[in-house]
């Protein structure tokens, strides 16, 4: 079964950028993922579905802020002019065989 | 544009089965997808429990698959999960989500304590 593993946490200016890492465990890496945002006491919410390619889908409302991309078993969500809204958590999600995996997160603070 | 709303009982007594509901609007079950729920621990991170489809064909955490039951009722447009056996370790906020091979969209999450 595959394996998520992303830092615990990433930090950044106001305005500047911030690329996380969600790292897929050996023999998964052709696996689509997908990056969920879940804000402080809030549902998480569906960011976008990210290829091995590096072909991403975003959902509905996602700013273009948000953008994904991809090298190896690596999956990054990358979030430009960082704002004070982007201060949340951020999951990566796969699945195989319909059960479903998810990383530990990366907790985002912005400076 | 599909909508999730978690019901239930937000306090269950160690031993006892946690029931939770799921009402889906703006899309109908019985057009397909699985439908999904995951928790969350207080200050921990998601696990995904369990998804069924509308014919009742359901996929299980193997953690948990001992003690879970997913249904779903397509005349109420609603899939229901209940836990048995349950201890504190199993207070958590529980969402559900339609599973199209990711979860989205999510409801609200509601969260369920155990304690007697």
């Known amino acids: 079964q595959p394996v998520l593993t992303q830092s615990s946490s990433a930090s950044a200016s106001l305005g500047s950028s911030v690329k996380l890492t969600c790292t897929l465990s050996s023999g998964h890496s052709s696996y689509i993922i997908a990056w969920h945002q879940q804000q402080p006491g809030k549902a998480p919410r569906y960011l976008m579905k990210?290829?091995?390619?590096?072909?991403?889908d975003k959902g509905s409302g996602v700013p273009d802020r948000f953008s994904g991309s991809s090298s190896g078993a690596d999956r990054y969500l990358t979030i430009s002019n960082l704002q004070s809204e982007d201060e949340a958590d951020y999951y990566c999600e796969t699945w195989d065989s319909n059960i479903h995996f998810f990383g530990g997160g990366t907790k985002v603070t912005v400076l | 544009q599909v909508r999730l709303q978690e019901s239930g009982p937000g306090l269950v007594k160690p031993s006892e089965t946690l029931s939770l509901t799921c009402t889906v609007s703006?899309?109908?079950?019985?057009?397909?997808?699985?439908w999904g729920w995951v928790r969350q621990p207080p200050g921990k991170g998601l696990e995904w429990i369990a998804s069924?489809?509308?014919?009742?064909?359901?996929y299980y955490n193997p953690s948990l698959m001992s003690r879970v039951t997913l249904s779903v009722d397509t005349s109420k447009n609603q899939f229901s999960l209940k836990l048995n056996s349950v201890t504190a370790a199993d207070t958590a906020v529980y969402y559900c989500?339609?599973?199209?091979?990711?979860?989205?969209?999510w409801g609200q999450g509601t969260l369920v304590t155990v304690s007697s």
């Open positions: 069924i489809y509308q014919t009742g064909t359901t």
């Open positions: 990210l290829e091995g390619s590096g072909t991403y």
């Open positions: 703006g899309y109908s079950i019985s057009s397909g997808s699985y």
């Open positions: 989500a339609r599973d199209y091979h990711c979860l989205d969209p």
